[in-house]
């Protein structure tokens, strides 16, 4: 109803495609932020090979089993090998089918690694001198088998000289590769480079990564003896004996969910802000189903694309348009629902008066679209005061040994998820809340949230208290290169803030006899703290912000990313004609066509094929329709109980049935046909896994789906 062409639709398109750019490269940057010093730790240990005694190969075994998986793990390993006179070579487990396919890879990636790094040398070779250099390579290569390692000191010899590049042999997920292969070409290939000349005897190193999955156990609380036991399992003892192993671990799943996931929650930095709701979604796939970036960013990607394909306003989210191009793209029923998003709260007649400054944006629009930078820049400052808030916590739950837990109500994740709540109906946060989800411990409210901090300010060691201060605004002075010169005002105001606290607790020191008081310092910073955490609860940007640069519904995106098995199945068997009605609409042109009034000049409405009218068509042919009868056999299931009676649930659905049949005027079914059409409804539901025997009564049923929803939580109202 807001869109008059397809100008809209090719806005929200490039909306999206620049807002995806933008949320990729930013977890990829955190991703590379997350491994950068165990990738600098890796590349020191390899570049400064140790003193060998002995006919030893120096290598890296590296623990990354307690790490979230990311695909382009070796690739970002092998960029950082390869620095200044250093290649890596990495062979892959389906290249090491036998030895001497192995030895061929190894040989082959090497020669071709050593290429490009002469060619990057040497970009002003003329061409005569290149083409030279092939054809001795290729008359090199027919001297020599498949899999001859004595080809590389001639290759290397021809092409470097004297000074051979060091190679970084790279095998990623070692308990993929078959164990005998992968021996025999260990061995085989340090038993070789052991017999080099003393000048090239160091040109060697092998970097070994398994990435089998853990325990349930934290990989932190795995005790070292017990971490490297993957080397001896994999290894066998002539290999061993050739090689010196330094052992480094991978940051693991805490860490990455911390600084990759948490950080991209809080500062996405592409004008799209993502709420509680989703965090909660995209944890329960993290820690439950699938640990790794891609399903991460899976997640992420489908709720900018569900973003800017149902919501007409989001082609707003540049702020690149005019005026003129609102005429002619968008109907006025466009600066209606502007008003209505941004007066909202407003409405109650216990709501303050609308102030006089934003009073003008009622009837001009002119100055309702300007207003638009004006609210993307509240919005902006909001995620300020969150990155402000998430700072402070984060410094004080590691001064406070609370550090790394996420499984808590105290944890970053239950603060983070409380600070991006957004109100109805912007958010389909307490739709989604189950009766399970409701009492685990990740679902704080802000009252209960609040409350068990001041209880942990209490335990802060108060010998501790002033390097955390000081630890504090370090990390804020650090925040402020993330955000722009206007909200790191914001930043220098609470630092400002802080400083002037610690100042305060000491002069009250200086007036008791001592130089700082801890515990005045702890008490004022706890006072701060509340404070703090009320404005930011209370402090809340318009809803046209929140119409235009937010998302937080889960449903649509767990029912795209979870298969559909559960959320979609229950979905159609609850609302069939409802669903039928979305089916079509999602494979249908874009989202809000208006469909206009018979006097306007359209052909599309003329000829009857706009997209509202074929809507309003299948809607009409779904509610002429019947029920089917495994929807009305599941309306009676949703009211059973655990142990469901064949006999009474026949009952109940013959009663349905007659009693549609009469309203309808309509012959009602005879006794047979109603059981024939009862029995198929019954297995129907239990090929989808919604019913099962008992065991011991065989004419009943054990119900096996329960969805409670929650109204609401105790202490909700304190929020």
Known sequence: MFEKNTEPARMRYTAFASAWRRARE????????????????????????????????????IDASGCATYEGIAALLADKLCCDKRISVAVTPSQCTNLVAALS??????VLQGERALAEAHRSTSFEAHDAKRASMAAM????????????????????????????????????????VLNDFLQALLTWACTLPSAHAQWLSIVLVNT?????????????NERNVWVQAVLTQPVLHLLDLSHMSFPDKTVFWEEVVLQFFLAPQTGLW??????????????????????????????????????????CADCAFTESQIEQSWTPEMYDAMR??????????????????????????????????????????TETMRIIMMTVLTILFVYTDMHGIHGTRLSLTGCLATLLEWDPPFTDWDKCRTAASALTATTPTSAQLLALLQNLCATIPPSRIESMLDAMLLALQARKNVVDHENALIIDETTARLAHLKSTAGAQGTQSGTDTDPLAVRDVFTAWLTDAWADMRTYKPSGLGAAIWTYDFADPISAASEGAA??????????????????????????????????????????????????????QEVQDAGVP??????????????????????????????????????????????????SLAINELAHMGLLMPTGRKPEHLTRMVWDLAVDGLPGDGAQ
């Open 566 to 619: 559960r959320a979609s199945l229950l979905i159609s068997l609850d609302e069939p004609g409802a669903s039928l009605a979305s089916m079509y609409a999602a494979v249908a042109g874009a989202s809000g066509q208006r469909q206009l009034a018979v006097e306007h000049d359209w052909p599309e409405q003329t000829l009857g094929g706009s997209e509202v009218a074929a809507l309003r068509s299948v809607l």
């Open 105 to 110: 890879a190894f040989v082959t990636e090497t």
């Open 340 to 381: 209505v998003a941004l007066f909202a709260e407003y409405a109650p007649s216990a709501a303050p008066k609308i102030p006089r400054s934003v009073r003008p944006l009622l009837r001009d629009n002119t100055k309702l679209l300007r207003h638009l930078p004006e609210v993307r820049a509240q919005m902006y400052a």
């Open 141 to 180: 290569f027919y001297t020599h088998e498949p899999g001859d390692l004595g080809l590389l000191p001639a290759f290397f010899d021809e092409s470097f000289g004297e000074e051979w590049p060091r190679v970084t042999l790279l095998l990623v997920g070692v308990e993929q590769y078959p164990v005998a």
């Open 629 to 678: 009868d495994v929807c009305r056999a599941y309306a009676l299931y949703k009211d059973s109980a655990k142990f469901i009676n064949l006999a009474d649930w026949f009952d109940a659905f013959s009663h349905s049935l007659e009693a549609d049949a009469r309203a309808e005027n309509t012959p009602i079914p005879f006794q047979d046909a109603l059981q024939v059409r009862f």
């Open 274 to 315: 993502l709420g509680r709701s989703m965090l909660a979604m995209v944890r329960r796939r993290y820690w439950h189903i699938e640990a790794s970036w891609e399903s991460v960013a899976q997640c992420i990607r489908l709720c900018y694309q569900h973003h800017f394909h149902t919501r007409a306003m989001s082609a």
């Open 212 to 224: 089998a999955p853990t325990p349930v156990l934290l990989h932190t609380r795995i005790p070292d």
């Open 26 to 61: 930013r977890l990829l940057q955190l991703l590379h932020t997350m491994y950068a010093p165990a990738l600098e730790s890796v590349v020191e240990n390899i570049t400064k090979i140790p003193m060998l005694h002995g006919n030893v190969v120096h290598g890296v075994a």
